[in-house]
């Protein structure tokens, strides 16, 4: 029978959510809340074809799972299951001493299910989006980004208010740098932070900030993302080599 697909990171967030929210309590593979992440797991658009359907993410392997991060706990007093994966271990380096943030993220990956659309295919976790909070939050994040209608709002509010579409960063304009081609050009950034990210939540334009193409891609490649007044006060450093 062919093999299940690695876990990835968005998995594994949930995962080791519930392993921490369930604690030293003794449960088995038949525990309520086992069963729900088994449920929950297969409905995130994240593997189209599942090689055995059957067996994908039940609740014998989420058990398996939860007892592989056993072996990473320093406070466990057993052994735990050896055959874990190196992302487990990357996981659990990211969020175990940051246990509020996995929580929130937890949270968001599961309140945005729905609005995810179900199995959409390798477009929907694309590797070079993937965030410290997973490709499908940042795959959310960018969609809301690149809404046509929502960015055009953004940008006309901004010229009306203040007559220029200047980076919110570093300040450059595409109009003065590049004359009349430059004219209504520039990038919006949504502001929400992934982990907080609501999927019943209407997106307005007060969500995004006017940024330049430079300034928005430091945004994205900082982890977890940076905001906007985290970027500028960078920019303003005086040593910026850290």
């Not at 994240?46 to 072996?71: C, E, G, T, W």
């Not at 992302?87 to 940051?98: K, T």
């Amino acid at each position: 029978m062919p093999r299940n697909p690695n876990w990835t990171r968005d998995e594994l967030i949930l995962a080791l959510d519930l392993y921490f929210r369930l604690g030293s309590a003794a449960v088995s593979e038949s525990h309520h809340e086992i069963t729900a992440l088994s449920r929950l797991l297969n409905e995130l658009p994240i593997h189209p074809s599942r090689a055995a359907a059957q067996h994908f993410r039940n609740a014998a392997s989420v058990y398996m799972k939860l007892s592989n991060f056993k072996r990473l706990d320093p406070d466990y007093a057993g052994k735990g299951l050896d055959a874990g994966s190196k992302q487990d271990e990357v996981v659990w380096e990211e969020f175990a001493s940051r246990r509020d943030l996995l929580a929130r993220t937890a949270a968001a990956i599961r309140s945005n299910v729905q609005s995810m659309g179900g199995h959409q295919g390798p477009q929907l976790i694309e590797e070079d989006n993937e965030f410290l909070e997973g490709r499908l939050l940042a795959r959310l994040h960018t969609v809301r980004e690149r809404n046509p209608a929502l960015v055009e709002r953004k940008k006309r509010l901004v010229l009306s208010q203040t007559g220029r579409l200047a980076c919110e960063v570093c300040s450059f304009d595409f109009a003065i740098v590049y004359g009349r081609l430059g004219h209504g050009f520039a990038e919006c950034h949504h502001l929400v932070p992934l982990s907080e990210l609501d999927g019943t939540r209407a997106v307005l334009p007060e969500d995004l900030a006017v940024v330049c193409a430079n300034c928005h891609r430091m945004l994205h490649r900082s982890r977890p993302m940076i905001s906007v007044l985290e970027l500028r006060g960078l920019l303003a450093a005086p040593n910026r080599d850290g």
